[in-house]
């Protein structure tokens, strides 16, 4: 359980780790807090000749809220993001989820931009990412782009994202009003990666009509999925008008090539999906109403 | 920072507030630096991938998995291990007191892993409920004691009263 040799490189800035990603080439690979990567590396699913430690990079770290947006730095640890009160004034969606990932140990090292970069179909970041429809800002030595959150999962542990490029920051939409947030998982034990899992946002009219809402779930295919249908059916219902269960049938139905292994024959996957959705949908509705 | 340049950077850490240093290869991770550089073995390798919590330390004032820190990114750090915590004396903490009251232990191998982790788990919050306590402790394993003694030591540490099967009143 040793990794195999690489040479280190401790990055100074956001513009120094894209200089060395841009020098170095595909044999190069970023860390951030290592809880994904030293595994893998450990376990020798993966070697690189070279690392390119981010964990240190000031100013890949921080959080700032900006008019209607919440920008995370990437390489900012879960532990920062969970106590922020900014993050939870602006997007509680995140305060929510952020408990749930791994335990208090992983989450003092691991960090969001290393979370959604990596991109495991069971991580709670990327469907928080998916559902808000937040923006990558990616960085490499021919500028930066932003990439839609939608545009940007494409697989089991791959994004859009170039080899080259680095993930900067994370442009959370901060939802404001009469809004409620959700999440809701089930595995095996605290702290294990999700067998599936849901997160939910609302936002209700005066009338307690369904001005806006938004579901994704995780764990249930090679990326987060979005629930459009189901979110279709809600908008313009008032509250109740379409029961929690029906939300989790009609998310689930949108889901293409749910996982299906030995283990976790995917009949059972989507139908924990589909309760795990009815809990979040039924959380975020509970939160607009006594918001 | 450590030399970012080709080579093999030299390392200068904290353990226990006596400066250290060292050139660990890259991938030497710091729980092996710990052990074999700085030979401190009281910080255990279970599963070398985050699983198990055997490893854990603190590390500039937080608990983590030093199996999945590569020695050279603590350049400048400030490393507690199991080592660390009892008083120069050798009197115990607090912590492995309640550990050693409450039979938390058969074989001792988990256990550093777990005093570190209930220290943390106790500063940031002391006077946990029975499912924080369990929270808490999900990031570390033992194979030998069945969890309770362990649960009931935290609960002696944070000064809550308890009774024979670890019950709180
Ligand atoms: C025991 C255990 C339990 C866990 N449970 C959960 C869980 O329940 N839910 C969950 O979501 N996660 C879980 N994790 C994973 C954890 O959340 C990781 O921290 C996270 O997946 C990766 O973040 P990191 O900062 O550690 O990234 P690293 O491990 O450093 O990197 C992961 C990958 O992302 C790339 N990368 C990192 N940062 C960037 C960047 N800024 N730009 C481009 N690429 C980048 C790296 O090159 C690497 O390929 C668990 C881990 C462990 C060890
Ligand atoms: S040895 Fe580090 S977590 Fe198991
Ligand atoms: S006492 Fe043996 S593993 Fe915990």
Redesign the pocket.
Known sequence: MKPAPFQYHAANSAAD?AQLLGDLGDDA????????????LAMRL?RFDHLVD??RVAD?RGIDRNNGTLIVQ??T??VLVERSDVVVASVPLLTKVTP????FQ??N????????????P?????AVAVALGAQME?LSVRGTRMIDAADYFVGI?S?S?ESD????AIHFPVWSGRVGFGVAEF?RRH????IAGAVAAVELDSGNVISRCSIAMFGVSGQPERALSAESHLLGSSVGEISPEEVGRLAIADVESPSDDANMPATYRMSVAASTVATAWTNALTEAHHG | MADTTVGIPTVSVTVNGVLRRGTPEPRKTLADFLRDDCELTGTHLGCE???CGACTIFMDGEAV?SC?VFAVQAEGADITTIEGLSAPDGTLSVVQKAMNEAHGLQCGFCTPGFVVSITALLRDNPDPSDEEIRQGLS?NLCRCTGYQGIIKAVKIAAGQSVDANGKAH
């Open positions: 780790a690979k970023l860390i951030s807090g290592g809880q994904s990567l030293a595994p893998m993966v981010i964990s890949l990437a390489a640890p879960d749930l990932i791994g335990h992983i989450r090292r691991g960090t969001i931009g290393g979370s959604i970069a990596h991109a495991d069971a991580a709670e970041y990327p990616c542990w994004t994202m490029e680095l993930l900067k595995a702290g294990d990666f999700a | 991938h985050g699983v998995r999945l990031g």
